[in-house]
């Protein structure tokens, strides 16, 4: 059992995806996801005080349920190309996984389908 994410982005623990969260957000200089208030560790830091999703899209993956819901098919592309503009920053242990997703979210995005998480 794990998570199982649509359009081939993720097939994984739910541990390991919540690591590759926290590296992204590590990556954009982003406050470390445990800190985050929601994120099951009674984190000190608000949501609100962070960019929002329109600013930045890698909010709409961060601040995500990883296990239901989806990522619109309008925020994909958006998503994607802020997850690639991460890639030099990221530790190299995770870039793989980071295209993969990048791949998938531009096919959901051309398909103009949601990207669906199971």
Do not use: Q
Request: aromatic share 8%; proline share 4%; with cysteine.
């Amino acid at each position: 059992m794990g998570l199982a994410i649509s359009h081939d982005c993720w097939h994984g623990s739910y541990r390991s995806f919540r690591l590759w969260r926290g590296n992204l957000a590590r990556a954009a200089g982003l406050p470390p996801l445990d800190s985050m208030r929601g994120c099951g560790f009674g984190g000190t830091v608000s949501w609100e005080t962070l960019p929002s999703p329109e600013e930045d899209a890698l909010i709409v993956l961060l601040h995500h349920s990883d296990c239901d819901g989806e990522i619109a098919s309008r925020d994909a592309s958006r998503l994607a190309d802020r997850l690639e503009s991460l890639l030099p920053e990221i530790d190299a242990d995770w870039r793989r996984r980071t295209m993969k997703f990048v791949d998938g979210l531009r096919e959901a995005a051309s398909l103009g389908e949601d990207v669906e998480f199971r």
